[in-house]
DNA sequence: TAAAATTCTACCTAAACGGGTAGTTTTTAG
DNA sequence: CTAAAAACTACCCGTTTAGGTAGAATTTTA
Protein backbone atom coordinates (compact mmCIF):
# COMPACT_ATOMS: atom_id res chain seq x y z
CA UNK A 1 0.00 0.00 0.00
CA UNK A 2 1.23 3.18 -0.85
CA UNK A 3 0.49 6.26 1.33
CA UNK A 4 0.51 9.56 -0.02
CA UNK A 5 -0.03 13.10 0.99
CA UNK A 6 -1.14 15.93 -1.24
CA UNK A 7 0.20 19.52 -0.90
CA UNK A 8 -2.05 21.56 -3.60
CA UNK A 9 -3.49 24.90 -2.99
CA UNK A 10 -6.29 24.52 -5.27
CA UNK A 11 -9.29 22.27 -3.45
CA UNK A 12 -10.44 20.85 -6.38
CA UNK A 13 -7.12 19.26 -7.88
CA UNK A 14 -6.62 18.20 -4.06
CA UNK A 15 -10.27 16.19 -3.92
CA UNK A 16 -10.21 15.15 -7.35
CA UNK A 17 -6.82 13.30 -6.92
CA UNK A 18 -7.56 12.09 -3.57
CA UNK A 19 -11.08 10.14 -5.26
CA UNK A 20 -9.01 9.16 -8.30
CA UNK A 21 -6.24 7.80 -6.03
CA UNK A 22 -8.48 6.02 -3.75
CA UNK A 23 -10.06 3.94 -6.22
CA UNK A 24 -6.84 2.23 -6.29
CA UNK A 25 -6.52 -0.25 -4.00
CA UNK A 26 -2.78 -0.20 -3.91
CA UNK A 27 -2.88 3.45 -3.20
CA UNK A 28 -4.00 5.35 -0.24
CA UNK A 29 -4.38 9.43 0.45
CA UNK A 30 -3.68 9.46 3.80
CA UNK A 31 -3.24 13.72 3.87
CA UNK A 32 -4.17 16.80 2.36
CA UNK A 33 -2.64 19.91 3.11
CA UNK A 34 -3.11 23.46 1.13
CA UNK A 35 0.26 24.68 2.02
CA UNK A 36 3.66 23.89 2.54
CA UNK A 37 3.57 25.18 6.03
CA UNK A 38 0.44 23.94 7.12
CA UNK A 39 2.25 20.21 6.15
CA UNK A 40 5.41 20.87 7.78
CA UNK A 41 3.38 22.12 11.14
CA UNK A 42 1.40 18.31 11.26
CA UNK A 43 3.45 14.72 11.25
CA UNK A 44 1.81 13.13 8.62
CA UNK A 45 4.41 13.88 6.43
CA UNK A 46 6.82 11.36 8.48
CA UNK A 47 4.67 8.41 7.84
CA UNK A 48 3.73 8.95 3.74
CA UNK A 49 5.85 7.29 1.02
CA UNK A 50 5.28 9.70 -1.73
CA UNK A 51 4.25 13.41 -1.68
CA UNK A 52 2.32 15.18 -4.48
CA UNK A 53 3.83 18.53 -4.70
CA UNK A 54 2.70 21.38 -6.48
CA UNK A 55 5.41 23.56 -7.62
CA UNK A 56 3.83 26.68 -6.94
CA UNK A 57 1.82 27.35 -3.57
CA UNK A 58 1.54 30.75 -1.76
CA UNK A 59 3.85 30.93 0.90
CA UNK A 60 6.99 28.29 0.59
CA UNK A 61 6.85 27.45 -2.90
CA UNK A 62 7.03 23.99 -3.98
CA UNK A 63 10.92 24.65 -4.86
CA UNK A 64 11.85 25.60 -1.64
CA UNK A 65 9.43 23.06 0.24
CA UNK A 66 10.93 19.74 -1.31
CA UNK A 67 14.11 21.13 0.35
CA UNK A 68 12.79 20.97 3.34
CA UNK A 69 11.24 17.81 3.29
CA UNK A 70 14.20 16.09 1.88
CA UNK A 71 16.27 17.26 4.44
CA UNK A 72 13.56 15.80 7.36
CA UNK A 73 12.47 12.73 5.46
CA UNK A 74 15.17 11.73 3.21
CA UNK A 75 13.25 8.70 2.19
CA UNK A 76 10.32 10.17 1.28
CA UNK A 77 9.60 10.05 -2.87
CA UNK A 78 8.78 13.73 -4.02
CA UNK A 79 6.68 13.98 -7.13
CA UNK A 80 6.27 17.78 -8.01
CA UNK A 81 3.00 18.87 -9.88
CA UNK A 82 3.37 21.80 -12.62
CA UNK A 83 1.26 23.30 -15.11
CA UNK A 84 3.91 23.77 -17.79
CA UNK A 85 6.04 21.18 -18.63
CA UNK A 86 9.38 22.85 -19.95
CA UNK A 87 9.88 25.02 -17.06
CA UNK A 88 12.85 26.32 -14.86
CA UNK A 89 10.91 25.66 -12.07
CA UNK A 90 10.88 21.89 -12.50
CA UNK A 91 14.06 22.00 -12.81
CA UNK A 92 15.13 23.63 -9.57
CA UNK A 93 13.29 21.55 -8.09
CA UNK A 94 14.71 18.55 -8.90
CA UNK A 95 18.15 20.11 -8.08
CA UNK A 96 16.31 20.78 -4.79
CA UNK A 97 15.78 16.85 -4.30
CA UNK A 98 12.33 16.25 -6.11
CA UNK A 99 12.25 12.73 -7.81
CA UNK A 100 10.05 13.45 -10.66
CA UNK A 101 7.22 15.25 -11.71
CA UNK A 102 3.91 15.53 -13.90
CA UNK A 103 1.04 17.49 -15.53
CA UNK A 104 -1.25 18.61 -13.58
CA UNK A 105 -3.34 17.95 -17.21
CA UNK A 106 -2.53 14.33 -16.61
CA UNK A 107 -5.56 11.81 -16.89
CA UNK A 108 -5.75 9.18 -13.99
CA UNK A 109 -4.33 6.24 -15.46
CA UNK A 110 -0.91 8.24 -15.91
CA UNK A 111 -1.32 9.31 -12.92
CA UNK A 112 -1.43 6.39 -10.68
CA UNK A 113 1.58 4.85 -13.53
CA UNK A 114 3.61 8.03 -12.36
CA UNK A 115 3.25 6.79 -8.84
CA UNK A 116 3.99 3.28 -9.08
CA UNK A 117 7.16 4.17 -11.13
CA UNK A 118 8.32 6.59 -8.38
CA UNK A 119 7.31 4.30 -5.22
CA UNK A 120 9.52 1.90 -7.53
CA UNK A 121 12.85 3.67 -7.77
CA UNK A 122 12.24 5.33 -11.07
CA UNK A 123 11.41 9.39 -11.89
CA UNK A 124 8.84 10.12 -13.97
CA UNK A 125 9.49 13.71 -16.51
CA UNK A 126 9.06 14.75 -19.72
CA UNK A 127 11.76 13.60 -22.13
CA UNK A 128 12.37 17.74 -22.55
CA UNK A 129 12.87 18.04 -18.66
CA UNK A 130 15.15 15.00 -19.10
CA UNK A 131 17.49 16.09 -21.51
CA UNK A 132 17.93 19.42 -19.55
CA UNK A 133 18.89 16.96 -16.53
CA UNK A 134 20.65 15.34 -18.21
CA UNK A 135 23.11 17.88 -20.03
CA UNK A 136 23.97 19.57 -16.30
CA UNK A 137 25.20 16.43 -15.66
CA UNK A 138 27.45 15.81 -18.41
CA UNK A 139 31.28 16.17 -18.68
CA UNK A 140 31.59 19.16 -20.28
CA UNK A 141 33.14 19.00 -24.01
CA UNK A 142 34.03 21.16 -26.16
CA UNK A 143 35.90 24.25 -23.25
CA UNK A 144 37.86 20.75 -22.72
CA UNK A 145 41.19 22.11 -21.32
CA UNK A 146 43.48 19.73 -22.76
CA UNK A 147 45.62 18.88 -19.62
CA UNK A 148 48.51 16.39 -20.10
CA UNK A 149 48.20 13.04 -17.97
CA UNK A 150 50.90 14.63 -15.13
CA UNK A 151 48.89 17.73 -14.96
CA UNK A 152 45.72 15.90 -14.18
CA UNK A 153 47.83 13.94 -11.87
CA UNK A 154 49.31 17.13 -9.99
CA UNK A 155 46.01 18.80 -10.02
CA UNK A 156 44.62 16.42 -8.52
CA UNK A 157 47.30 16.29 -5.56
CA UNK A 158 46.77 19.64 -5.36
CA UNK A 159 42.89 20.03 -4.71
CA UNK A 160 43.77 16.75 -2.29
CA UNK A 161 45.83 19.02 -0.48
CA UNK A 162 49.02 18.15 -1.34
CA UNK A 163 51.81 20.38 -0.91
CA UNK A 164 54.86 21.02 -3.74
CA UNK A 165 57.01 18.29 -1.66
CA UNK A 166 54.87 15.64 -1.12
CA UNK A 167 53.65 15.61 -4.49
CA UNK A 168 57.19 15.53 -6.15
CA UNK A 169 57.80 12.44 -3.76
CA UNK A 170 54.01 10.81 -4.83
CA UNK A 171 55.48 10.97 -8.36
CA UNK A 172 58.94 10.93 -8.19
CA UNK A 173 59.95 14.41 -9.75
CA UNK A 174 61.65 17.13 -8.25
CA UNK A 175 60.20 20.21 -6.84
CA UNK A 176 61.56 22.27 -9.32
CA UNK A 177 59.67 19.77 -11.76
CA UNK A 178 56.53 19.87 -9.87
CA UNK A 179 56.36 23.50 -10.35
CA UNK A 180 57.09 23.45 -14.12
CA UNK A 181 53.49 21.26 -14.68
CA UNK A 182 52.04 23.75 -11.92
CA UNK A 183 52.83 27.01 -14.01
CA UNK A 184 51.86 25.45 -16.97
CA UNK A 185 48.22 24.32 -15.78
CA UNK A 186 48.07 28.09 -14.20
CA UNK A 187 48.91 29.23 -17.92
CA UNK A 188 46.30 26.79 -19.94
CA UNK A 189 43.39 27.04 -17.18
CA UNK A 190 44.46 31.05 -16.18
CA UNK A 191 44.64 30.73 -12.82
CA UNK A 192 47.00 32.92 -10.55
CA UNK A 193 47.56 29.96 -7.75
CA UNK A 194 46.19 26.67 -6.73
CA UNK A 195 42.82 27.27 -5.48
CA UNK A 196 41.78 28.47 -8.72
CA UNK A 197 43.07 26.15 -10.64
CA UNK A 198 41.16 23.21 -8.51
CA UNK A 199 38.16 24.75 -8.96
CA UNK A 200 38.72 25.49 -12.49
CA UNK A 201 40.34 22.61 -13.31
CA UNK A 202 38.43 19.86 -10.88
CA UNK A 203 35.91 18.87 -13.63
CA UNK A 204 38.88 17.81 -16.32
CA UNK A 205 40.36 15.23 -13.97
CA UNK A 206 39.58 11.80 -13.51
CA UNK A 207 37.79 10.73 -10.17
CA UNK B 1 13.53 15.41 -43.03
CA UNK B 2 15.34 13.74 -39.82
CA UNK B 3 18.94 12.28 -41.50
CA UNK B 4 20.20 9.14 -39.32
CA UNK B 5 22.88 7.19 -39.18
CA UNK B 6 23.16 3.87 -37.86
CA UNK B 7 25.98 2.46 -35.96
CA UNK B 8 25.65 -1.57 -34.88
CA UNK B 9 27.19 -4.59 -35.13
CA UNK B 10 23.91 -6.75 -35.66
CA UNK B 11 23.38 -7.30 -39.21
CA UNK B 12 19.56 -7.68 -38.95
CA UNK B 13 19.37 -5.35 -36.31
CA UNK B 14 20.46 -2.78 -38.73
CA UNK B 15 18.73 -3.34 -41.38
CA UNK B 16 15.52 -4.51 -39.66
CA UNK B 17 15.75 -0.90 -37.95
CA UNK B 18 16.61 0.74 -41.94
CA UNK B 19 13.56 -0.90 -43.25
CA UNK B 20 11.43 0.67 -40.17
CA UNK B 21 12.77 4.20 -40.06
CA UNK B 22 12.50 4.29 -44.03
CA UNK B 23 8.65 3.68 -43.87
CA UNK B 24 8.57 7.34 -42.44
CA UNK B 25 8.48 9.69 -45.03
CA UNK B 26 10.08 12.04 -42.26
CA UNK B 27 12.89 10.23 -41.63
CA UNK B 28 15.90 8.70 -43.50
CA UNK B 29 18.94 6.39 -42.85
CA UNK B 30 21.75 7.85 -44.83
CA UNK B 31 24.38 5.33 -43.27
CA UNK B 32 24.86 2.09 -41.83
CA UNK B 33 28.16 0.72 -39.73
CA UNK B 34 28.96 -2.11 -38.19
CA UNK B 35 31.45 -0.46 -36.08
CA UNK B 36 32.68 3.05 -34.29
CA UNK B 37 36.00 2.48 -36.13
CA UNK B 38 34.03 1.83 -39.64
CA UNK B 39 31.81 5.76 -38.93
CA UNK B 40 35.09 7.13 -38.04
CA UNK B 41 37.43 6.66 -41.07
CA UNK B 42 33.57 7.83 -43.01
CA UNK B 43 32.61 11.48 -43.04
CA UNK B 44 28.77 10.52 -43.38
CA UNK B 45 28.26 11.29 -39.57
CA UNK B 46 28.95 15.33 -40.16
CA UNK B 47 25.78 14.78 -42.53
CA UNK B 48 23.66 13.08 -39.74
CA UNK B 49 21.31 14.36 -37.52
CA UNK B 50 20.95 11.67 -35.27
CA UNK B 51 22.92 8.50 -34.66
CA UNK B 52 21.61 5.61 -33.26
CA UNK B 53 24.45 3.79 -31.69
CA UNK B 54 24.58 0.18 -30.02
CA UNK B 55 26.12 0.63 -26.50
CA UNK B 56 27.95 -2.73 -26.76
CA UNK B 57 29.84 -2.81 -29.92
CA UNK B 58 33.06 -4.90 -30.99
CA UNK B 59 36.34 -2.88 -31.01
CA UNK B 60 35.47 0.92 -29.56
CA UNK B 61 32.04 0.28 -27.52
CA UNK B 62 29.39 2.90 -27.94
CA UNK B 63 30.22 4.42 -24.43
CA UNK B 64 33.78 5.49 -25.64
CA UNK B 65 32.38 6.14 -29.13
CA UNK B 66 30.05 9.26 -28.18
CA UNK B 67 32.75 11.04 -26.51
CA UNK B 68 34.61 11.22 -30.12
CA UNK B 69 31.54 11.55 -31.91
CA UNK B 70 30.61 14.40 -29.82
CA UNK B 71 33.86 16.34 -29.86
CA UNK B 72 33.86 15.65 -33.45
CA UNK B 73 29.99 16.54 -34.33
CA UNK B 74 29.05 18.52 -31.32
CA UNK B 75 25.37 19.27 -32.64
CA UNK B 76 24.75 15.37 -33.83
CA UNK B 77 21.98 13.90 -31.06
CA UNK B 78 23.31 10.48 -30.10
CA UNK B 79 20.93 7.64 -28.78
CA UNK B 80 22.34 5.09 -27.42
CA UNK B 81 20.84 1.73 -27.82
CA UNK B 82 21.03 -1.26 -25.44
CA UNK B 83 20.02 -4.41 -24.72
CA UNK B 84 18.83 -4.59 -20.55
CA UNK B 85 17.42 -1.08 -19.04
CA UNK B 86 18.92 -0.39 -15.95
CA UNK B 87 22.39 -0.56 -16.54
CA UNK B 88 25.46 1.49 -15.20
CA UNK B 89 26.79 1.35 -18.96
CA UNK B 90 23.84 3.31 -20.18
CA UNK B 91 24.48 5.37 -17.50
CA UNK B 92 28.14 6.01 -18.31
CA UNK B 93 27.26 6.95 -21.98
CA UNK B 94 24.78 9.74 -20.91
CA UNK B 95 27.89 11.12 -18.96
CA UNK B 96 29.52 11.08 -22.12
CA UNK B 97 27.70 12.83 -24.24
CA UNK B 98 24.55 11.12 -24.92
CA UNK B 99 20.74 12.76 -25.28
CA UNK B 100 18.99 9.35 -24.37
CA UNK B 101 19.02 6.07 -25.01
CA UNK B 102 16.50 3.53 -26.25
CA UNK B 103 15.95 -0.54 -25.91
CA UNK B 104 16.50 -2.62 -28.51
CA UNK B 105 13.13 -4.86 -28.15
CA UNK B 106 11.46 -0.87 -28.56
CA UNK B 107 8.36 -1.45 -31.07
CA UNK B 108 8.89 0.66 -34.15
CA UNK B 109 6.57 3.20 -33.51
CA UNK B 110 8.21 3.56 -30.32
CA UNK B 111 10.99 3.70 -32.26
CA UNK B 112 9.93 6.41 -34.23
CA UNK B 113 8.78 8.15 -31.16
CA UNK B 114 11.81 7.91 -29.50
CA UNK B 115 13.89 9.49 -32.77
CA UNK B 116 11.06 12.71 -33.29
CA UNK B 117 11.58 13.63 -29.42
CA UNK B 118 14.96 13.20 -29.47
CA UNK B 119 15.43 15.19 -32.72
CA UNK B 120 13.08 17.94 -31.39
CA UNK B 121 15.05 18.17 -28.17
CA UNK B 122 14.57 15.86 -25.54
CA UNK B 123 15.82 13.00 -24.31
CA UNK B 124 14.04 9.77 -24.35
CA UNK B 125 14.61 7.46 -21.23
CA UNK B 126 13.26 4.87 -18.74
CA UNK B 127 12.20 6.23 -14.84
CA UNK B 128 14.73 4.26 -13.80
CA UNK B 129 17.66 5.79 -15.78
CA UNK B 130 16.29 8.86 -15.52
CA UNK B 131 16.21 8.37 -11.10
CA UNK B 132 19.80 7.83 -11.39
CA UNK B 133 20.67 10.80 -13.95
CA UNK B 134 18.71 12.87 -11.04
CA UNK B 135 20.29 11.73 -8.32
CA UNK B 136 23.92 12.19 -9.76
CA UNK B 137 23.18 15.98 -9.85
CA UNK B 138 21.03 16.81 -7.03
CA UNK B 139 23.05 18.95 -4.27
CA UNK B 140 24.11 16.53 -1.90
CA UNK B 141 21.81 16.81 1.11
CA UNK B 142 22.80 15.14 3.86
CA UNK B 143 26.53 15.65 4.37
CA UNK B 144 25.89 19.26 3.53
CA UNK B 145 28.64 20.69 5.81
CA UNK B 146 26.75 24.23 7.58
CA UNK B 147 29.25 27.10 6.40
CA UNK B 148 28.38 30.31 7.30
CA UNK B 149 27.82 32.82 4.73
CA UNK B 150 30.82 34.98 5.35
CA UNK B 151 32.86 31.76 5.31
CA UNK B 152 30.79 30.38 1.66
CA UNK B 153 31.96 34.50 0.54
CA UNK B 154 35.37 33.48 1.44
CA UNK B 155 35.40 30.14 -0.02
CA UNK B 156 34.20 31.40 -3.57
CA UNK B 157 37.18 34.13 -3.40
CA UNK B 158 39.73 31.42 -2.97
CA UNK B 159 37.89 29.57 -5.60
CA UNK B 160 38.31 32.72 -7.70
CA UNK B 161 42.11 33.40 -6.76
CA UNK B 162 41.95 35.85 -4.57
CA UNK B 163 44.44 36.65 -2.01
CA UNK B 164 43.74 37.05 1.70
CA UNK B 165 44.37 40.84 1.13
CA UNK B 166 41.84 41.13 -1.86
CA UNK B 167 39.27 39.55 -0.14
CA UNK B 168 39.78 41.36 2.91
CA UNK B 169 39.12 44.14 0.85
CA UNK B 170 36.33 42.84 -0.84
CA UNK B 171 34.43 42.14 2.16
CA UNK B 172 35.50 44.86 4.51
CA UNK B 173 37.24 43.17 6.93
CA UNK B 174 40.91 43.22 8.32
CA UNK B 175 43.37 40.63 6.64
CA UNK B 176 43.68 38.54 10.42
CA UNK B 177 39.73 38.56 9.94
CA UNK B 178 39.99 36.81 6.82
CA UNK B 179 42.28 34.26 8.31
CA UNK B 180 39.92 33.88 11.02
CA UNK B 181 37.34 32.29 9.02
CA UNK B 182 39.40 30.73 6.61
CA UNK B 183 40.85 28.70 9.49
CA UNK B 184 37.39 28.06 10.36
CA UNK B 185 36.81 26.89 6.78
CA UNK B 186 39.23 24.15 7.18
CA UNK B 187 38.54 22.87 10.21
CA UNK B 188 34.53 22.40 8.89
CA UNK B 189 35.73 20.88 6.08
CA UNK B 190 39.13 19.27 7.21
CA UNK B 191 41.15 20.90 4.72
CA UNK B 192 44.93 21.49 4.96
CA UNK B 193 44.63 24.76 2.37
CA UNK B 194 42.94 26.66 0.22
CA UNK B 195 42.70 24.26 -2.49
CA UNK B 196 41.53 21.42 -0.76
CA UNK B 197 39.07 23.72 0.75
CA UNK B 198 37.71 24.62 -2.40
CA UNK B 199 38.03 20.93 -3.96
CA UNK B 200 35.77 19.52 -0.36
CA UNK B 201 33.43 23.10 -0.27
CA UNK B 202 33.08 24.21 -4.10
CA UNK B 203 29.42 22.41 -4.11
CA UNK B 204 28.10 23.69 -1.04
CA UNK B 205 29.01 27.37 -2.00
CA UNK B 206 26.30 28.97 -4.59
CA UNK B 207 26.99 29.73 -7.83
C1' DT C 1 22.57 41.71 33.60
C1' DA C 2 26.32 38.34 33.67
C1' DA C 3 28.58 34.60 31.53
C1' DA C 4 29.64 32.32 27.39
C1' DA C 5 30.27 31.93 22.74
C1' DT C 6 31.29 34.02 18.41
C1' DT C 7 33.56 37.31 15.65
C1' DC C 8 37.25 40.11 14.65
C1' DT C 9 41.97 42.06 15.14
C1' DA C 10 46.91 41.72 15.97
C1' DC C 11 51.56 39.92 15.92
C1' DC C 12 55.27 36.31 15.39
C1' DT C 13 57.37 32.66 12.75
C1' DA C 14 58.26 29.06 9.59
C1' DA C 15 56.80 26.97 5.64
C1' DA C 16 54.90 27.15 1.17
C1' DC C 17 54.02 29.50 -2.97
C1' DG C 18 54.74 32.02 -7.45
C1' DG C 19 57.51 34.57 -10.88
C1' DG C 20 61.76 35.04 -13.23
C1' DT C 21 65.71 33.19 -15.41
C1' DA C 22 68.74 29.62 -17.08
C1' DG C 23 70.60 25.40 -18.04
C1' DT C 24 70.29 20.18 -19.13
C1' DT C 25 68.04 16.15 -20.81
C1' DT C 26 64.62 13.85 -23.50
C1' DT C 27 61.09 13.66 -27.26
C1' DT C 28 59.24 14.97 -31.35
C1' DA C 29 59.23 16.49 -36.06
C1' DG C 30 61.21 17.57 -40.47
C1' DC D 1 70.48 13.07 -38.50
C1' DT D 2 69.56 17.63 -36.97
C1' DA D 3 66.79 21.27 -35.28
C1' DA D 4 62.96 22.48 -32.50
C1' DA D 5 59.95 21.62 -28.83
C1' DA D 6 58.85 19.72 -24.46
C1' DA D 7 60.18 18.00 -19.99
C1' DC D 8 62.81 18.47 -16.13
C1' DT D 9 66.17 20.58 -12.73
C1' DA D 10 68.18 24.45 -10.31
C1' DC D 11 68.60 28.81 -7.94
C1' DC D 12 67.16 33.58 -6.39
C1' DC D 13 63.82 36.43 -4.16
C1' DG D 14 59.79 38.57 -2.61
C1' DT D 15 55.00 37.45 -1.30
C1' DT D 16 51.54 34.62 0.52
C1' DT D 17 49.93 31.19 3.44
C1' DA D 18 49.20 28.58 7.70
C1' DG D 19 49.74 27.66 12.61
C1' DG D 20 50.08 29.45 17.19
C1' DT D 21 48.74 32.56 20.69
C1' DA D 22 46.24 36.33 22.69
C1' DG D 23 43.26 39.92 23.48
C1' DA D 24 39.32 43.23 22.19
C1' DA D 25 34.60 43.78 20.37
C1' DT D 26 30.24 41.91 19.53
C1' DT D 27 26.43 38.81 19.88
C1' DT D 28 23.98 35.04 22.12
C1' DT D 29 22.37 32.66 25.94
C1' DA D 30 20.97 31.88 30.49
Redesign the pocket.
Known sequence: MIKISIIEDNKYMREGWQAVLDLDSNICVIAMFESCEDAFKSDDLAKTDLILLDIQLPGISGIEGVKTIKQRYPDVVVLMVTMHDDNERVFEALRNGADGYLLKKVTPAELVEAIKIANEGGSPMTPNIARKVIQSFQKTPQNDVDL?A?EKLILKG?ANG????AL?EEIH????????????I?RKLEA????EAVAKGIDYIDP
Open positions: TVLLSYKALSIDGVRYHIRNYKNSS
